[in-house]
Structure formats: structure tokens, C-alpha cells
């Protein structure tokens, strides 16, 4: 799923003053001595229209460097197609990643013929420490192994290595407890109102897919099913697993797990929850077919599991095909489900009217309108380690869809809504001057970069590419236009994320560096 | 049975092999733009394997030939079966039903906003022609038609609900205010329940997004009724109905109104496909769940089951309307024929 974006006319405008001043400054360094004529370097950048200010940018810092670039701006799953039969040349893109760990970022896209491999980049040394990486289960090994995969990603430079984007979001002053989460999740069971007791969302999205947590694969249905819906774990805002449903668990050797349920829970219907629902929850998705003669889109989130087994009421056990150090990662994601409930109305009945065992209860809503959720008192309270341990201090929370970003914020303005999501930079600088508005930004979990197709000419060639990694001042285009709110990367790895090495820095702004590689290679520089 | 009546049954006829011809094309153009509607489902997470993709592409059917497909799915569909849509994990009828009463609605009343509007400018402006009146009048429809929905969205929800805060900024319905479900239609099952706190909050969230749908067809059928009406007031019927002494009103509306509605018609006929199938920006802006925003949606998650049978909606809405204005003339004007 993209990130949608609003641009305000301030960003556009920025991003003129940045053009202006690039241009004079193109004409303002002539000095440079021309190298011995070779061919011109000629490249499309293409974009989605989301970005297609910022290709723009792009295309003139390669410019002043001596690359003929143009712009072309496309639809998304056009171009994917374009640019999965390596027909194109360099590409904006971005990808997010779930796991706080680089095993749904950099595996999927940068290892040899991985489904989002779209520079086509292909190493082999890169590929047998990524697949050392997901074999071991020590945490120490799994490090030392993405530091030096970051290394030679940034080496090899198969992007321009962009940047992630902070996710800002922004609250009615009466909304209490409440912080932004790194996944984009909202967990309103920690949050209070001083006034009045039903909460409203803001969501992002146009719509949501599903309510039945086998059958999403995208992060705005995860955000509103997780508050009808608990899972063995849960994660904190800041990234970290801690237990929910599960007690606590144990690995008794690499590919094992074993996790100890609460005796407490109890799904909206009143049924305890024990160790036959956890098992049903998985079977469910790792069945072909398993759901109204469908088959759940989340099986390969679940990584090399093999079988599930219940041990006693209260203990489940988790065998995997190989280690997975990140197992518990990927069970933040799957939210338990009620198997006799299930199995006495069937699936479609349960995805009309879901029962889970979350701090609230579906009451109504259509999915691409609004979803209204009401606080079950019955709840257990939630995982120990993220307070309140309580039921919900709201009694209602609606989750309105709402997919345009000015209306949004008019709506939190007016008072409409208690809590949006993603707020534009030049939106979020008008809210922060409201003092009835509270605005959080938290680290984004989604790389931005320019991949560039590694398999042909010009990018075949490891100078050009790192030439077009000098050539880019990605400071100037996050300053301008997302108003400084997001991180420069020096490769494929997010900050906060696992394996991360903070003493890589990104390449420098160095356009007398890319010339020198460019003339190198036998481009002609300016 | 009477003329008229075989002609009906005629056109409807007619319609048949135009929408078999719809359903067709669509299905072939939808299969043309690249893109991968599994891959798409998918999303970005990893460890997605091939097998996984392949067993849910042979789900949707799209591992057959297309002949096969296009088969299949024709099969289905003379059954009723619209088929599942892919990437909301339902059937489509569902989600189509769903949705079409709330376009339905905006759009009538954003045709009601357009009539009321349009038609007393254009005869305001008709009957003064180049006075102050006239040219006020044909400027600011000048303005409907050029102004684009998002702005003006947008600036009417900064000036009415955010300023003024008169209006709510989007949605359907206050949360709790929803009348019992008859058809579908807020303001209509409020009518029918005579529940007139639900109408009231009905009306207010429908005003914002009728008014911006509605103003650029308020602002056509201005001119249309205006220069049909220029013509109608020259013509020797009027000028003898004045001469007769029959009152300026009446000769107004009775002589001059009813001719002049003809074209007035046919362009009204053909805006009401706009206005149900163009909907989308405004659909989005006030957050309307309504079928523009499901289509547009739908197309770029290359939903082929969802986007044909939406296309198949539209077709058919059209279809009817374009009958509907025909039979309308022949009462306007009993000269014709359908």
C-alpha cells in the first residue's frame, strides 16, 4: 500500500525557491574544467505524482552535474510493471516495513530476485549474509552481519539512498496519555478524554478492508482491528514486544516456542480465551482455503511456521521450519480470534459482526465510511507493561475515514475529530500554533530512495551510481519541501530498527565528487 | 399497447447488447493496464513466496486464458453473480448495494441545488437581458463552471465549518442521529420515520457536498436556460400571448418556460451522469462513502470483479437516463417521438 501525501501550496513554493536557486548556482560554477569529451549521460527519473515535485528537484541537481535528466510521472502499478521488466532507468520509490527489522526491508528488497527488488541489484555476498541472517537465532551474529551488509549496500549503492519521514499526528488538547506510534498503530485503550466520553479518529485512509483479522494485509485496517482484537504480544509506541494475551513464553531451542497464556481473557461474548482459540487463529491463515473457501493474504507474514500445537488450556507451542529470530515481531501482527464463535456462525457472519478479545467491541460501521467501536467492560486490561492496566477510560471511540489531509485538520480544528493521522508538514506547523491542538511526530517506518536499474547501462556501472548518490542534496529537498521533519539514510536500514549501525553516514553532498566519478566512467561533465 | 409504449419496451431492448458490449470492454481494458492486482493485495511485507501468490491468483482466476476468464465470468453474471471483489475480501454486489444510496442521494440533491439555482438565474437573466441582473448572474455561473470541486470543497468547509461553524466538515450523519434503515437514503427514511432530528443533521451534512457538486450544473443549466429562454421570448406566440394581455407571469412560465425547458432537459439528462459518476473528488473531500471514491479506488488496486460490475452500474444508470429524458420531451413536446 502507498503513503498518500498531501502537498500545500508553502512546499511548492519552497521547492520553486529551491529550484531558482539551484539554477543560478548551475550557471555559477563554469569553472570547473570540462573533462575530455565523452558521451552524455541521458536518464529518465520516473515518479508517481505523489513525489513528481520532488523528481523534479532531483533531476536538476543531476543536471548540474552534466546528466540529461527528464521527469516522467506515471501511475504506480504502471510503472512497476515498467520497471519489473527492467525497462526503466531510475525510479522513485518507497517501501515500509512492520517487523522493526530489516527482514521485511532490506531481504525483500535487495536480495537477489526478491519480490520488491526493483533496481534488480544482485550480490551475491549480500545474499548469503542475508540468508545467514534469517538461519541464526543469536541476536550478536544477526548484528554483526547487517552492519557489514550495510556497508556494502552503501558501497555498492544500487539507490540514491534517500530518507524516512517522520509520521506526525496531532490531537484535541482533551485527548489524555495519548503518543504517536512508530507502526502508525493507535491504541486507544490508553487514551482518556477530559471531556466527554466518546473518542473520534481521523484515519488516513478511504477505507478499511476487512474486520477480520485473517484477511488485511495493509496497516489502516491493523490500526482499527487492533482495537477490537488482542494478540499473544503486543509492541510499545517506541517499537518494543511485550506480552498481551501471552503470559510470557520461552524458546526452548531455536525453532521453538512456547507461550503461556493468561487465564484472564475473555472474548466480547463472554468465552475464556485458551489455547484451542491461538491455535485456530493460526491455523486459519496457514490453511489454503481456510476462510469462506478463501485463503488468508498474512501467511508469509508468519515467516518459516510450520505447525501449531496446543500443549494444555493455557499453553501453545510454536514449531518453525528453521530460527526466526524475529518471530515474536511477527506475532504483534495476528490478533486471536474466538474458534467456536467462528465455527458456529461461519466467516463472512464473523467478519459482519467480529468478536475479539480487545479492549472494545464492534458496535457498527461500514468500512469505507466510519467504524464505531464501544468499550467492553469485561476486558482483562490489556498487556502489564503499557499502563493503564484497565478497561478503556473512553466508552465509545468511532474511527471516521477521511482521506483528504485538509479536511482532516479543519475537522480537528472545528472539533469534529479528538485524533488524526498523518498531518502535512505545512499543516502541522499552522496546528502547532493552535493551543487547543497538540501535535507528535515519531520516527516513520517507510524508506524513501531512487532506485536505479542495476542490470543495464548507465547504472550497471558501481561509479555512476555512487556519482548519482554525490550528485543529490537531500537536505535541501527534505528542508524544502517536508519541512525538515524526516532523516537522511545512509542505506537500506532505518534507524530505529534492528541492526541499524548509526556510525555509517550517508553520502555527502559532493557534486565535484560525482563529476569526478561521472568523467571517470567516460560521461561528460559539466 | 401504444406507440410510445413499444418504443419503450424497444429501447430497453436495445440496451442489452450495449451492455453486454459494456461488460465486455471493460473486461478487456481493465486486463490491459498493467498492474497486478495479487501483487498489489500483497502489499510490501516480506516473505511473500511465489506459491502463495500463484494459489491466490488461481482464486480470482487469473492464471486462465482470458477467453476462459471472460467466460467464466459472463457465466457467472447472466446467474447474478458479480463475482468477489479482490481486494475487500467480499462479494461486489455487497459492497456496490452498499454504496450506491449515498451517491444516489448526493447526487439528487445536488441536482435539486442545480435547478433551484440555475433555472430562476437563467429566467432572471433571460428577461433582462444585459442589465446588471443578467451579467451578475452569468459571471457567477461563469465562476461554477470553472471553479474546480477541491477548492471549492475545501474553502467551503474553511468558511462554513470552520469559521462559521455552521456546517459539519464531512460524513454522512452524526454518529447516533441515523434514522432507521428503509432505502437507503438518510433524508428519505427520516421523511418516511418523520423523524426530523435525523433530516435536520441530514441536510446539513448534505449541504456542503451538494452545493460543490452541484454548483457547476447550477451554472450550465443557467446558460442553457437563459439562451433558450432569449429565443422562446422573441417568438410570435409569446409576442401575441403579451399583445392578448395575458399577464407577464404567466406568459413567462406557461408560454415561454416550457419551451424553453427542452434543451434545459437534455442537458440536465446529461449532467446527471456527472453528477453520478464524477463524484469522486467530492466524494473523497467530504469523506462521502459513496461509489466514485469505491471505483477509483478499485481501478488502481486493478480490482478487475469490482471495477466491472461498477462500470456496469454506471452504464445501465445511463442507459435509463438517457430513456427517461427522451420520454420526458415527448411530454415537453408532443410533437416528437422517441
Known amino acids: ?526 | 399497447m401504444t406507440r410510445t409504449q413499444v418504443q419503450v419496451i424497444e429501447r430497453i431492448l436495445a440496451a442489452v447488447p450495449i451492455m453486454l458490449g459494456v461488460v465486455i470492454f471493460t473486461f478487456l481494458f481493465m486486463r490491459m493496464i498493467p498492474g497486478d492486482p495479487v501483487d498489489i493485495m500483497m502489499g510490501e511485507a516480506g516473505g511473500v513466496t511465489l506459491e502463495e501468490m500463484d494459489f491466490l491468483r488461481a482464486q480470482f482466476d487469473l492464471d486462465k486464458p482470458l477467453p476462459v476468464q471472460l467466460a467464466r465470468y459472463l457465466g457467472r453474471l447472466v446467474q447474478g453473480d458479480m463475482g468477489y471483489s479482490i481486494q475487500r475480501a467480499r462479494p461486489v454486489k455487497e459492497v456496490i448495494l452498499e454504496a450506491v444510496p449515498a451517491t444516489i442521494e448526493l447526487a439528487l440533491f445536488s441536482l435539486l441545488f442545480a435547478l433551484i439555482v440555475g433555472i430562476p438565474l437563467g429566467i432572471a437573466s433571460a428577461r433582462r437581458q444585459n442589465s446588471l441582473v443578467d451579467r451578475v448572474g452569468m459571471t457567477v455561473s461563469f465562476l461554477g463552471i470553472s471553479m474546480p470541486a477541491f477548492w471549492l470543497g475545501i474553502i467551503g468547509i474553511i468558511v462554513f465549518s470552520l469559521r462559521l461553524g455552521w456546517l459539519p466538515t464531512s460524513g454522512r450523519i452524526t454518529y447516533g442521529m441515523e434514522p432507521a434503515a428503509i432505502t437507503g437514503l438518510l433524508t428519505l427514511d427520516a421523511v418516511i420515520t418523520g423523524d426530523t432530528q435525523a433530516l435536520k443533521d441530514a441536510l446539513r451534512h448534505l449541504a456542503l457536498p451538494a452545493i460543490t457538486l452541484g454548483a457547476g450544473v447550477a451554472a450550465v443549466v443557467a446558460r442553457v436556460t437563459r439562451s433558450s429562454m432569449l429565443e422562446a421570448l422573441k417568438t410570435d406566440y409569446v409576442l401575441f400571448a403579451k399583445a392578448k394581455g395575458v399577464p407577464e407571469m404567466v406568459v413567462v412560465v406557461r408560454h415561454a418556460l416550457r419551451n424553453a425547458l427542452i434543451p434545459t432537459v437534455t442537458v440536465v439528462g446529461l449532467q446527471i451522469g456527472t453528477l453520478l459518476g464524477g463524484n469522486m473528488i467530492v466524494e473523497t473531500i467530504f469523506g462521502w462513502p459513496g461509489l466514485g471514491r469505491i471505483v477509483v479506488d478499485a481501478i488502481f488496486s486493478r480490482d478487475y470483479p469490482l471495477v466491472q460490475a461498477a462500470v456496469m452500474v454506471y452504464a445501465l444508470t445511463f442507459v435509463v437516463i438517457n430513456l427517461a429524458t427522451d420520454i420526458l420531451y415527448t411530454y415537453l413536446n408532443p410533437k416528437m417521438t422517441l
Open chain 1, 1 to 526: 500500500m502507498r503513503a498518500q501525501r498531501g502537498f500545500g501550496i508553502l512546499p511548492c513554493l519552497a521547492a520553486l525557491v529551491v529550484l531558482a536557486v539551484l539554477l543560478v548556482s548551475v550557471g555559477a560554477v563554469t569553472e570547473y574544467p570540462a573533462q575530455a569529451a565523452g558521451k552524455t549521460l541521458s536518464i529518465i527519473v520516473d515518479s508517481v505524482s505523489d513525489r513528481a515535485d520532488e523528481a523534479e528537484i532531483i533531476a536538476t541537481y543531476l543536471r548540474a552535474v552534466g546528466v540529461e535528466a527528464e521527469v516522467r510521472v506515471w501511475e504506480w502499478n504502471a510503472l512497476k510493471e515498467r520497471l519489473l521488466a527492467g525497462e526503466r532507468q531510475m525510479y522513485l520509490t518507497d517501501w515500509g516495513s512492520a517487523y522493526f527489522d530489516p527482514f521485511d526491508l532490506v531481504i525483500p528488497k535487495l536480495s537477489t530476485g526478491d519480490r520488491g527488488n526493483y533496481s534488480g541489484y544482485s550480490n551475491r555476498e549480500l545474499d548469503e549474509l542475508l540468508k545467514q541472517v534469517q538461519m541464526t537465532a543469536d541476536q550478536n551474529e544477526r548484528k554483526k552481519a547487517y552492519f557489514e551488509a550495510q556497508r556494502i549496500i552503501f558501497q555498492d549503492a544500487p539507490w540514491i539512498f534517500g530518507y524516512a519521514l517522520k509520521e506526525t499526528e496531532a490531537a484535541r488538547a482533551e485527548v489524555t496519555n495519548w503518543q504517536p506510534s512508530m507502526d502508525s498503530r493507535m491504541n486507544l485503550h490508553d487514551v482518556g478524554l477530559t471531556r466527554g466520553d466518546t473518542i473520534v479518529v481521523g484515519m488516513k485512509a478511504d477505507k478499511i478492508i476487512t474486520l477480520d483479522p485473517a484477511m488485511y494485509r495493509d496497516r489502516s485496517t491493523e490500526t482499527v482491528l487492533r482495537n477490537m482484537f488482542d494478540g499473544l504480544v503486543t509492541r510499545t509506541w517506541d517499537g518494543k514486544v511485550v506480552p498481551e494475551i501471552a503470559e510470557s513464553w520461552t524458546v526452548p531451542s531455536d525453532n521453538v516456542y512456547v507461550f503461556k497464556i493468561r487465564k484472564d481473557v475473555k472474548f466480547h461474548n463472554g468465552e475464556t480465551l485458551d489455547a484451542d482459540d491461538v491455535v485456530f487463529t493460526f491455523e486459519r491463515i496457514l490453511e489454503e482455503g481456510a476462510i469462506a473457501g478463501q485463503s488468508s493474504p498474512r501467511k508469509g507474514l508468519l515467516g518459516p511456521l510450520d505447525s501449531v500445537e496446543k500443549i494444555d488450556q493455557y499453553t501453545v507451542k510454536f514449531t518453525l521450519a528453521n530460527p526466526f529470530p524475529i518471530f515474536p515481531q511477527a506475532l504483534v501482527h495476528f490478533q486471536i480470534v474466538p474458534k467456536d464463535y467462528i465455527k458456529k456462525v461461519g466467516d463472512n457472519e464473523f467478519a459482519a459482526k467480529p468478536i475479539g478479545a480487545g479492549p472494545f467491541k464492534f458496535k457498527e460501521g461500514r468500512l469505507d465510511d466510519q467504524i464505531v467501536i464501544e468499550r467492553f467492560d469485561g476486558y482483562y486490561g490489556g498487556s502489564q507493561e503499557i499502563p493503564p492496566v484497565s478497561v478503556a477510560p473512553v466508552k465509545r471511540a468511532i474511527f471516521r475515514m477521511m482521506p483528504e489531509a485538509t479536511v482532516r485538520v479543519a475537522a480537528l480544528k472545528a472539533g469534529e475529530v479528538h485524533i488524526i493521522q498523518q498531518v502535512p508538514p505545512d499543516l502541522a506547523r499552522t496546528l502547532s500554533a493552535d493551543k487547543n491542538i497538540q501535535v507528535k511526530s515519531v520516527d516513520g517506518t517507510r524508506v524513501y530512495c531512487v532506485e536505479m536499474n542495476c542490470k543495464k547501462p548507465p547504472f550497471d556501472d558501481v561509479r555512476v551510481r555512487q556519482a548519482m548518490n554525490y550528485a543529490v542534496d537531500w537536505n535541501a529537498i527534505l528542508t524544502s519541501i517536508y519541512g525538515g521533519n524526516g532523516v537522511r539514510l545512509a542505506s537500506a536500514f532505518l534507524p530505529g530498527g534492528f541492526g541499524f549501525d548509526p556510525d555509517l553516514k550517508p553520502y555527502p553532498y559532493n557534486p565535484d565528487k560525482a563529476k569526478a566519478l561521472l568523467g571517470e566512467a567516460g560521461y561528460f561533465v559539466k
